[in-house]
């Protein structure tokens, strides 16, 4: 199978020729609008007539509604749950057994589970005037005890965030395989490990412009979403509306992260707010709603076992996995999917013959948790990852020997491993072994011995992940969530001067698929880059897509791009062989024409005679026509599986706590990149947000449920000076299922640098005894476990 | 995260402007460069009725020298002393220490007056210029007054100003040319307010020393008899003898009860000491 799809491959893959097909370093066709400040956001669409809406939330994390009052001269303006008829509350349920629904009022009704809960909704001509109003509306709350820490939750007696369930918890899974035979391991090490709550943090947040058109029977939603086609289908399902009666235009995205895909309670409040008031309305999320109620992500726990023989091997994992869910389950993705994943994926890429693993996903009064970029594969990679570091220092191993002995090899490919995930491709020994090479492990051991001057200690870390993407039917039918991958689709249309319209349902929010697609286009049909135009983001415009989330897109869509040009090709090169007056067997498409013995016809001289000079066609001409719209599906649906080896240096200041990278390098397999400036730039950007993980971002919440991080003042990103200019090396195996050996590879830099940072970290610090197993590593945690460590070693002695 | 409604009024000369907000009694605000008022304005943590924008009031803009000592006007902008457009007595040490505040953007519009009144403790200038004893003068319609900036910074975001009254000027006395300087501050990252500041201004010479421990939850920690942090002198050896026990008492002693901060806040104290002795 490997090697007919590396033969496929080498026939399919000539992007050398015209530098523009797949391969080619292109610069971004979308920079030209997005860098010029020309994009068209959410929040610069006007229309007339536009009215702003403020929403009134809640300002505890757990209370009874006991009544709203609003001001007898904002009457009309003002709008609760009590007007909402014949609104749904957002279900997204998953038919994995034991899993408890909730459901989300779109404006609260009885209870507020969290802080940030939308009450009210208040419209006036300007967000200023609107937040006046929300102001003046006051809220009769009977405090509740809150639900705040997911392990105390799961205990009896807790209180409950949803009373009629009798517990607090979401879903509960068990998965084994043997653990039995582990537990006589001489090597045996147990941790408890954690990833601090998040928010995602996109520049551009949500928003929503709203509009009915009587003429069409139709709502208009202008959202800020990453999946427009499943938004509409949520609020069809919410508003009680035909999906034909709804259009959903996502335009120009300034980042999703998968925070935009999901289905807001803001989006049908102002669905029916349009409808009710009869004019367009409009709401921008702040980044204090960001903050407080939303795009919250990342909140997990293990208890860890990891089992080993003294040359370490490993013989087994049990794990006991939290993640704090949050209030709700949110619309598609539902409330499990993060730790249900976690089961699956903790055995990542190593051998091992002993598993086990039980998982949990826990309501708090929090907002709903989210799948950030990476999803679940962020905190299962640092749980992993930093127990291999401690099975290296029990067995007295470099803890890339501990590693390069259990990765799967690349002999074993294609490999299932022991969660049964089907690895398509790969070398993983080799990309840990380039990392290591380009690191310069062996020098920097030699520098650790010798000390540095200012008394800071250097340390390194690495880190492995494999990233599932683009895992369609087969995976997804099983979850049961509200939305489950198909073939995807994409239409192509040669307009009548020869050029190529694509209408594809997935959206670029960063991802750069307006040139990427366009290179895949060019691969098949020739057509010139520039003469290439991808619609995306509009629900009347393009196929039905489940969207861009799951690193999915260049897979799945760039699939079914080629697959539909190789259709119109075929197509013009049929009616091309009529101008040629050919043999239709007799012609080839190639570079932008149909090629006869005696002469060739290009596609702009066959776009231009089929629909501007029908006359020159022969009677018997093929009526299909040049627009075609086709499906696809990789030859097997399990997924591609990138991956990578990060390695970092850095420097840590134990009296300051500080800590520095000093340098940081990524060999990563993407199989075969369309375009490896893009792909170095998600890398890039991944990276960056990895390292938010790794040192600065942390939504800490009180007892009673408020989240204390309300500002960017108070919630850390890290900036360009925090992010070091990373050297990428790419590895490109192809992935034997996929047009072109292509692999999703739109979330791996935020996957590993977590891991390899703290390994750094505590590779720095265990000659003073310190371990950090909690993200983000602050200065605060760092000093207080030197502290500690100092502390243990006296009385100790 | 739209402010509330005010009225706002940008007045030509300090008089004018000083009789707006005796008129408004406690229900205006000062804005000058706006850094801090204007996200504030924005997450309605303040809601004045009358904004009087200071910006035009050239008298607050100068920065001159008189006796030895510099009167920096309110309005002097980090930028300003960072890129030495205003006249320095520090002999470089105000300017390090503006070079350092928050961003670019930042400094081209933030006032030294205005860092000072909103009293952040985890500012630069309360901590710097009470180590260099710098004073500030203070005015209203009733006449002025001027106190050392230490005794200024009552508490956190908590200044000496009475309702009605601005920060004037400050004036920063000359360093004299055996006077050491160290200024050190930890921040989670570039920009960042720090989570702690140490700026010491040592005078071997003269066996004096201001010592100051800033970014703490309240007023900044000035300590002007400072012998003891030095086994009891100041002198050229102070790198040496400096003791951080002694710090770590005065921090435990001022309610900071998290060893490890403190233990940070000592650390970043020895690193101005250690500046000082460079």
Not at chain 1, 100 to 109: D, H, N, R, Y
Not at chain 1, 420 to 434: Q, T, V
């Amino acid at each position: 199978m490997r090697e007919d799809a590396e033969l496929r491959n080498e026939r399919e893959f000539r992007s050398g020729r015209s530098g523009q097909g797949v391969g080619a370093r292109l610069p971004r066709k979308e920079d030209d609008r997005l860098m010029r400040g020309r994009g068209q956001y959410v929040a610069d669409i006007r229309l007339a007539g536009l009215q702003d809406v403020a929403f009134v939330r809640s300002p505890l994390a757990h209370a009874r509604i006991r009544g709203i009052h609003v001001p007898e001269r904002h009457r009309g303006c003002v709008f609760t749950a009590a007007d909402l008829d014949g609104i749904k509350p957002i279900r997204a349920i998953s038919a994995l057994p034991g899993f408890k629904t909730s459901e989300q009022p779109v404006l609260a009704t009885g209870k507020v589970r969290q802080v940030g809960e939308l009450v009210a909704m208040c419209l006036a001509p300007t967000r200023a005037e609107a937040e006046d109003i929300a102001a003046s509306v006051t809220l009769d709350l009977e405090e509740l005890p809150a639900v705040t820490d997911m392990l105390k939750a799961r205990a009896p007696g807790s209180a409950l965030v949803h009373e009629h369930w009798g517990d607090n918890v979401f879903l509960e899974t068990n998965y084994e395989v043997d653990i039995s035979a582990a537990l006589d391991a001489p090597i045996k090490v147990t941790r408890e490990i954690s990833t601090a709550r998040q928010c995602m943090s996109p520049l551009e947040g949500r928003g929503v412009v709203a509009t009915f058109d009587p003429r069409l029977d139709q709502l208009t939603l202008h959202s800020a979403a990453q999946m427009p086609h499943i938004t509409r289908s949520g609020l069809a399902e919410c508003l009680g509306m035909e999906e034909g009666q709804i259009r959903v235009i996502s335009p120009d995205v300034g980042g999703g992260f998968g925070h935009k895909g999901i289905l807001l309670p803001e989006e049908v409040c102002l669905s029916w707010l349009t409808m009710r008031c009869g004019h367009p309305m409009r709401w921008i999320e702040d980044r204090r709603e960001h903050l407080v109620a939303s795009s919250n992500c990342r909140e997990h726990h293990y208890r860890i076992t990891v089992y080993a023989d003294r040359d370490g091997t490993l013989r087994g994992i049990d794990c006991e996995a939290t993640v704090d869910s949050g209030a709700y389950s949110s619309y598609p993705f539902s409330a499990c999917l993060e730790a249900a994943q976690v089961a699956s994926i903790l055995p990542g890429p190593y051998r091992m013959p002993a598993y086990r693993c039980r998982t949990f996903s826990v309501a708090t009064n929090k907002c709903p948790i989210l799948p950030y970029r990476g999803v679940a594969r962020t905190g299962v990679c640092f749980a992993l990852e930093l127990m291999l570091d401690l099975v290296a220092a029990e067995a007295g191993l470099e803890p890339g020997e501990v590693r390069l002995r259990n990765l799967v090899r690349p002999e074993q490919m294609p490999f299932d491993n022991i969660t049964r995930k089907h690895f398509d491709s790969g070398d993983y020994p080799e990309a840990l072994r380039r990392a290591l090479a380009q690191i310069g492990i062996d020098a920097i051991r030699g520098r650790q011995r010798k000390g540095e001057a200012d008394d800071r200690r250097i340390g390194v870390g690495v880190s492995i992940y494999c990233e599932q993407a683009a895992h369609g039917t087969s995976v997804y039918s099983g979850w049961g969530i509200p939305m489950v991958p198909g073939h995807e689709q994409a239409s192509a249309r040669l307009t009548p001067d020869g050029g190529l319209e694509l209408r594809v349902g997935v959206h670029s929010h960063g991802q750069g698929m307006e040139t990427t697609l366009a290179q895949v286009a060019h691969e098949i049909l020739g057509v010139d880059v520039a003469k290439i135009r991808i619609i995306l983001g509009d629900t009347a415009m393009t196929p039905y897509s489940t969207g861009t989330w799951g690193s999915r897109s260049m897979v799945m869509a760039g699939g079914a791009v080629a697959t539909a040009c190789r259709e119109l090709g075929e197509r013009a090169r049929r009616i091309g062989a009529k101008l040629l007056q050919h043999d239709p067997a007799s012609v080839v498409l190639q570079d932008g024409e149909v090629r006869g013995v005696n002469g060739s016809v290009s596609l702009k001289a066959i776009a231009h005679t089929w629909y501007r000079r029908p006359q020159d066609l022969p009677a018997d001409v093929d009526p299909g026509g040049l627009e075609v719209t086709q499906g696809y599906k990789p030859v097997r649906d399990s997924g591609t599986f990138s991956y990578a080896a990060h390695a970092a240096v850095v420097a840590v200041d134990p009296d300051l706590g500080e800590v520095e990278i000093l340098d940081y390098v990524i060999v990563e397999d993407g199989g075969v990149l369309v375009n490896p400036l893009v792909v170095d730039g998600q890398i890039y950007g991944g990276l960056a947000q990895g390292i938010g993980t790794a040192l600065y971002e942390e939504m800490p919440f009180d007892a009673s449920g408020q989240p204390l991080a309300t500002t960017l003042a108070d919630y850390l990103l890290p900036g360009p000076t925090e992010v070091p200019a990373a050297r990428l090396d790419h590895m490109e195996t192809p992935s034997p299922y996929t047009q072109f050996g292509v692999k999703g590879i739109g979330e791996g830099g935020a996957i590993a640098p977590p891991a390899a940072i703290a390994n750094a970290v505590n590779d720095a610090l265990r000659p003073l005894g310190v371990e950090l197993m909690q993200s983000p590593i602050t200065p605060h945690r760092v000093v207080a476990a030197v502290l500690a460590a100092r502390v243990a070693e006296r009385s100790a002695a | 995260m739209k402010p509330a409604s005010f009225a706002y009024e940008r007045p030509c000369d300090l008089t004018a402007a000083l009789s707006m907000l005796a008129a408004g009694s406690g229900s205006a605000k000062i804005i000058a460069g706006g850094q801090s008022l204007g996200p504030m304005l924005n997450l309605r943590l303040v809601q004045p009725e009358l904004i009087v924008d200071i910006s035009a009031l050239a008298e607050l803009k100068r920065a001159e020298i008189f006796g030895g000592e510099l009167v920096l006007g309110a309005l002097v902008t980090h930028a300003d002393i960072e890129d030495g457009r205003a006249a320095d007595v520090t002999r470089g040490a105000m300017r390090g220490v503006a070079a350092n505040i928050a961003y670019r953007a930042v400094r081209n519009r933030g006032t030294i007056g205005g860092s000072l009144s909103h009293a952040d403790p985890a500012a630069d200038w309360i901590s710097a210029l009470a180590a260099l004893g710098a004073r500030v003068t203070l005015r209203s319609l009733a006449g002025a007054r001027t106190m050392p900036v230490e005794a200024f910074v009552v508490g956190a975001l908590e200044s000496a100003l009475h309702t009605g009254e601005i920060v004037e000027a400050v004036h920063v006395p000359a360093r004299s040319v055996s006077a050491h300087w160290g200024y050190a501050k930890s921040c989670r990252k570039t920009g960042e307010f720090a989570h702690a500041i140490g700026a010491v201004l040592i005078d071997p010479a003269a066996a004096s020393a201001r010592i100051v421990i800033g970014a703490i939850d309240t007023a900044p920690i000035v300590i002007t008899d400072a012998a003891e942090l030095f086994g009891g002198r100041i002198a050229a050896d102070y790198k040496q003898r400096f003791d951080v026990r002694v710090a770590d008492a005065l921090l435990a002693k001022a309610g900071i009860d998290d060893a490890a901060q403190r233990h940070i806040h000592v650390g970043v104290l020895k690193r101005a000491v250690q500046e000082a002795a460079a």
